[in-house]
């Protein structure tokens, strides 16, 4: 597996540096008007840190112009521009943002953050392209759809979908639907010196058989779904857009669910048939993919997604970036699993006296181990289950709860120290080296929350629930 990870880190960096052949930093010049002042951050929509400032520039006053430096491994690229700005300056600061390509052209952005999205009010510069383009192609492709969109709705409100007048309308809408993905191609074709011409081949309109069932149609959208889709173009996987456009795809496959067993192994199969698809593309989308549904299958918790994902962790051509990590999962799912040895940690009791986790007496036939953040969300929803219902089944009769916070900043170390208060009874402590502690480590701990349900007496961990509901179907069964 290293001589893997060494092959693939070298692969890694050269065609990262050929998806962005002679690519340059590239200036953005923002004039402020309108407001008293504003901080300006920007922010990618994709890559590592998306979502996150990767440049703030504070306090420009109105009048003032911003030079933002965007460094060369980000473009070509999809960005956010976030302005924070205040009327007076003792104001509260109000937020508006801007999204917009980036290519290799510099680039100069009058801006008036009240009114951010208004052409009148906030536009670039006089022979601008990229953006340009978009807005021509936003405005042309409503044109084009408009008549297949009528068809469309028709064909899947009309109540008698076997007779001539219907055929007669299935036959319209597959020739204007022929049309419009030529028409398409072309404006791919003739813009394909663009980085904004990737994002077209979204809009694709798939083969649907319009004259079987609701279910056929379904079937049919599933395997059509990547006709039309370059996998070869390694800046596919700088857009935006590719990841709306596969959460589309899965949501085909989820609309299908019936129970959680079956939505898991819908999203397993969705997965393995997108790989595939893109096995065959650049290894920089081929890695993109298996990202995707892997960080999908952690939200999730879908250990059989995870598991699917082993083979392409051989290939070499797959450029994910999160082997580590799945690797690591992979390496919990068979270690961390009902009937094996829950590992043993120290813990403190509420008096701060050090508790060996495998040598603590109790009468509870149950011990549950919870890894938690006091600052996550889901942990806070868990949680405000978890805590009543751990009252009312009886508390510390039925379970000893330990409680492992993974917080790690200051700021979540303080909510962890409030939030641990309003819950008595349970032993609390605070993993050092957060998620990359021992004890987190040694329950590969990826993610929060996890909880781990152990048998007092063995040792020997019972269940892995994921909800309130199956932490007590659990206990019920012994």
């Given amino acids: 597996m290293k001589k893997n990870l060494r092959i693939n880190s070298t692969l890694l960096l050269f065609l990262l540096g050929s998806a962005s052949v002679n690519a340059q930093n590239v200036e953005l010049k923002v004039h402020v008007s309108g407001v008293y002042s504003t901080k300006i951050s920007l922010l990618p929509l994709s890559g590592s840190g998306a979502l996150s400032p990767i440049i703030e520039k504070a306090d420009v006053k109105n009048g003032e112009t911003s030079v933002l430096t ?14 924070d700005y205040k009327d007076n ?13 980036v290519g290799s052209q510099n680039l100069e952005l009058w801006a008036n953050p009240k009114a951010i999205n208004n052409s009148d009010s906030t536009w670039f510069q006089k022979g601008e392209k990229e953006n340009a383009l978009s807005a021509g192609f936003v405005k042309e492709n409503g044109k084009q759809r408009a008549q297949l969109s009528l068809l469309q709705n028709f064909l899947l409100g009309y109540d008698q979908p076997k007779s001539a007048f219907y055929n007669s309308a299935v036959s319209e809408y597959e020739k204007r639907r022929i049309e419009y993905n030529t028409w398409l191609s072309g404006e791919i074709q003739k813009h394909s010196d663009a980085f904004v011409s990737r994002t077209f ?5 798939p083969l649907v058989d319009f004259k079987g069932t609701e279910r056929d149609r379904m079937y049919n959208m599933m395997d059509h779904y990547f006709d039309h889709m370059d996998f070869k173009d390694p800046l596919l996987a700088k857009t935006a857009d590719l990841k709306d456009w596969m959460n589309g795809y899965v949501n085909l496959y989820g609309t299908m669910a019936t129970s959680v067993a079956l939505r898991d192994s819908l999203f397993s199969l969705a997965g393995q048939r997108a790989i595939e698809k893109a096995k065959s593309g650049h290894p920089l989308v081929y890695g993109w993919m298996v990202d995707y549904f892997y960080k999908g299958y952690e939200g999730f918790n879908i250990s059989s997604g995870i598991k699917m994902l082993e083979p392409y962790l051989q290939d070499p051509r797959c450029l994910t970036t999160k082997r580590l990590e799945i690797e690591k999962r992979l390496q919990g799912i068979e270690s961390i699993r009902a009937g094996s040895i829950a590992p043993d940690f120290v813990t403190t009791d509420a008096s701060g006296k050090s508790v060996q986790f495998h040598s603590y007496k109790t009468t509870a036939p149950y011990k549950l181990v919870m890894f ?8 806070k929803d868990l949680v405000e289950k978890l805590y009543p219902w751990y009252v009312k089944a009886g508390g510390k009769k039925i379970m000893d709860v330990f409680a492992i916070s993974v917080d790690f900043t200051d700021t979540e ?16 402590s605070l993993a050092k080296g957060g998620i990359n502690s021992p004890e987190a480590s040694a329950y590969f701990i990826l993610s929060t929350p996890v909880l781990v349900l152990v048998d007092s007496r063995t040792n020997k961990i019972v269940a892995l629930p994921d909800t309130i509901e199956d932490l007590e179907t659990s206990v019920q069964k012994q």
């Fill in 413 to 428: 170390i303080k909510v962890w120290e409030e939030a641990k208060t309003k819950l008595v009874g349970w032993k609390h």
């Fill in 89 to 101: 300056v003792s104001g509260n600061p109000y937020p508006s943002e801007r999204y917009f390509f």
């Fill in 372 to 379: 938690w953040s006091a600052d996550c969300l889901h942990c």
């Fill in 70 to 83: 965007i460094p060369s491994e980000r473009i070509p690229g999809q960005f956010v521009l976030r302005f």
């Fill in 201 to 205: 081949q979204f809009q694709y309109i």
